[in-house]
Nanobody, 130 residues
């Protein structure tokens, strides 16, 4: 089992920045990828960003590309999401996710599909005021 704990959420004005962290513990040796998803009130959970745990290749949703950056610290088993130029529409609960299944494909679908992630954090609230 892998446990994930997010931190770093909060309230920020539009145009501001936040940095989310997600620390993994437990059977972390088998992690192949980690990602961030978000869910706004009344909406479905959506993909934000993902990172290959070994090679570091990254994937982003079109809505956050060039504003958000995902990164990892392997020795600390931690993944980060640096969020810049935040907009009110970024308001959501942000969830960290991890998986152990390895996918050689770089096709976006394999990284953005929430069903391909095995472990989830409790979520951290991000609120962007206008």
């Amino acid at each position: 089992q892998v446990q994930l704990v997010e931190s770093g959420g909060g309230l920020v004005q539009a145009g501001g920045s936040l940095r989310l962290s997600c620390a993994a513990s437990g059977r972390t040796v088998g992690i192949s990828a980690m990602g961030w998803f978000r869910q706004a009130p009344g909406k479905e959970r959506e993909f934000v960003a993902a990172i290959n745990w070994s090679g570091g290749r990254t994937y982003y949703a079109a809505s956050v590309k060039d504003r958000f950056t995902i990164s990892r610290n392997n020795p600390k088993n931690t993944v980060y999401l640096q969020m810049n130029s935040l907009k009110p529409e970024d308001t959501a609960v942000y969830y960290c996710a991890a998986r152990t299944q390895y996918y050689s494909s770089t096709a976006y679908y394999y990284w953005a599909d929430s069903g391909r992630y095995d472990y989830w954090g409790q979520g951290t609230q991000v609120t962007v005021s206008s």
